[in-house]
């Protein structure tokens, strides 16, 4: 009995365990997702600044392709 017992008691627990780890993921996420955005245009962003800064510099005093 108490083997039977013990087997409910851990599907019980990795229903529960599942569920709640997931809550918890989903909310974390949830919460980083502005955070992700703002350093991903910032990055962009830069990345931009540089290439076209870099092509001005290169291109100073050749004509357009």
């Known amino acids: 009995m108490v083997h039977r017992v013990m087997q409910r008691v851990d599907v019980s627990l990795d229903i529960r365990l599942r569920g709640a780890i997931a809550a918890v993921v989903e909310e974390q996420t949830r919460s980083i997702v502005p ?20 092509e001005l510099a290169a291109g100073v005093g050749t004509p357009p392709a």
């Open 35 to 54: 955070r992700l955005r703002e350093e991903i245009e910032a990055v962009v962003r830069q990345a931009v600044y540089e290439a076209v800064a870099d």
